[in-house]
């Protein structure tokens, strides 16, 4: 039965405190990133450019250095933070909503519609992920809306497989078939009997995919097709770095380092999110 | 066999046949595809001769039509930007990009899993859990942010390496790094599973049991079996590996069909990004094709009538 992950998490083992305590300070930072950040992400200072962490311009301190505009890097990385959070949830929410309907309707229909849907998920899935991504926001153009739109167009599939297969197997258990038989109609019977029980198995994939999620927004932003300047994105702040590797070795490094540790947090408490629903602690 | 072989080759036909047309629709669903070609601030007359000169006036399923013929012959039109034949582009940027696969492809498998066997093996052993260390953090490192960490290091710290580009032969060696490492813990970790799976069987505990010493049950026996999983994900990650040298190409400027398709897209060049996913999902698709072949070749247990 489903459970909600915050649930599963208060149960989880001590080696896993240190990540929820990352989650924890990572989303926290996300929401009250205009209260906690110490400068504005946006303001520029030329004459603080490139100052190393720890540097002090004017009464203005760099924790984590200035970029090449004389922003303050953490400021930005704080708001950054957001970004990554608000597109990496917006598009496993839309992913996991499109393509759990679509699965369902798939394995009640059957026949025809059931065969177009499912084919249709074989072919998203067979081109790699990261090339898709990549021209269909090069079509769309760029921008925060068109990155959560083109996610969520990437990877509903992932959801689909899992919902039409946890379908099927359900559509024959006795309750279903009676609920049927006494003329529930597909709205209900989807909706009252079928979507509680493949929320577990549906949330496993959305805890893994919310890590790929915040990687390839990052990876477009990176490559300059995903949320664009001056909104600061760990992506985009990167790929400035990358010019400026030899002279200020921290723009590129941290955003990086939260990119890496955020990832790694979600893969971690997913792959506990799993174990758990999957009966397997 | 052959049905089975059929039936997988009917199902690739099909799939080939719904990317080609997911990314022709997708292009004219969404928008003018003139619009993505010309260069911003065109005039209306620009657009309209090009619109014109590409055939892009005529009916839209005629147009998919031709595409789609071309598409077969693998004639991807031509660059509206350098006036030359996309393929040849496409084939001047194509051995780089294998020879980064390749080089990432040996680094991942050679380094990859006689780690997994070893994790595997000694479980207690320090080197294991540093191991696993790897594996998990292999799997949440960025790409972009770990080619970067090596050019910092090897490139301008210590001055070993070059940073970019493709002038000399070591120029592949940080960009084919950073492009392994998430096959590389996908290998560690694939068989390190295999191996504990074939540790756990009774033909161990036999071999054991007659005398023979561990590392001979585990070069003789053990590996032969637990070959199998690895082997058959060794297709799927190519195909990661493919994808993946997008970004690693960037980071590195190594002049591949990744780092092509971002200039193309920058200098809105669509014919030849159009071109360069049509091949990426195809190979993909291939290679798909190959590890399910692969799978039953390497096991005959598997049986090949799809049965299973």
Known sequence: ????????????????????????????????????????????????????????????????????????????????????????????????????????????????????????????????????????????????GNVVVVLAFTRWPRYARVAYGQTLGLLSMPYVRLSRSMGGSTLWVLGRHVLPNIVGPIMVVATLEFGLMVLFEAGLSFLGLGVQPPTPSWGSILATGRNYVTTAWWIAVFPGLFLFLLVLTVNVLGDHVRDVVEGRR | MSGFLLKRLAQ????????????????RLTGDPVLLMVPEGATQEAIDALRANLGFDRPVLIQFGEYLAGVMRFDFGTSVVQNVPVLDIIASRVPYTIALAAAALALALGIGVPLGVFMAVRREHWLSRIGMGFVLAGQSLPTFWSGILLILLFAVVLGWLPSSGARQASSVVLPAICLSLLSMATFARVARTATLDELAKPYVRAARAKGLPMGRVVTRHVLRNGAIP???????????????????????????????????I?????????????????????????????????????????AR
Do not use: C, K
Not at chain 1, 65 to 91: F, K, N, P, Y
Not at chain 1, 92 to 117: E, K, P
Not at chain 2, 231 to 251: P, R
């Open chain 2, 230 to 264: 690895v082997i058959s994900i060794a297709a799927l990650e190519i195909a990661n590996l493919l994808s993946g040298a997008v970004i690693v190409e960037t980071v590195f400027a190594w002049p591949g069909l990744g780092l092509l398709t971002i200039q193309s």
């Open chain 2, 12 to 27: 690739a036909a099909i799939s080939v046949f719904g990317v080609s047309a997911l990314i022709f629709f997708l292009q």
């Open chain 2, 266 to 306: 920058a200098a809105r060049d669509f014919a030849i990004v159009q071109a360069i996913v049509l091949l990426g999902a195809f190979v993909s698709i291939f290679l798909n094709l190959a590890a399910d072949v692969l799978y039953s070749v390497v096991d005959p247990r598997i049986r090949l009538d799809g």
């Open chain 1, 1 to 144: 039965m489903a459970a909600s992950p915050l649930l599963l998490l208060r149960r989880a083992p001590p080696r896993l405190w240190p990540f929820v305590a990352i989650a924890a300070i990572l989303v926290a930072g996300a929401i009250l990133a205009p209260l906690i950040a110490p400068y504005d992400p946006n303001a520029q200072n030329l004459l603080g450019r490139l100052r190393a962490p720890g540097t002090e311009v004017r009464g203005v301190t760099y924790w984590l250095g200035s970029d090449e505009l004389g922003r303050d890097l953490l400021s930005r990385l704080i708001h950054g933070a957001r970004v990554s959070l608000t597109v990496a949830a917006l598009s496993v929410v839309a992913s996991g909503i499109v393509g759990t309907a679509l699965g369902m309707i798939a394995a009640w229909y059957r026949g025809l519609v059931g065969a177009i849907i499912m084919r249709v998920v074989d072919i998203v899935l067979s081109v790699p992920a990261i090339l898709l991504a990549i021209i269909t926001v090069a079509i769309m153009g760029p921008g925060l």
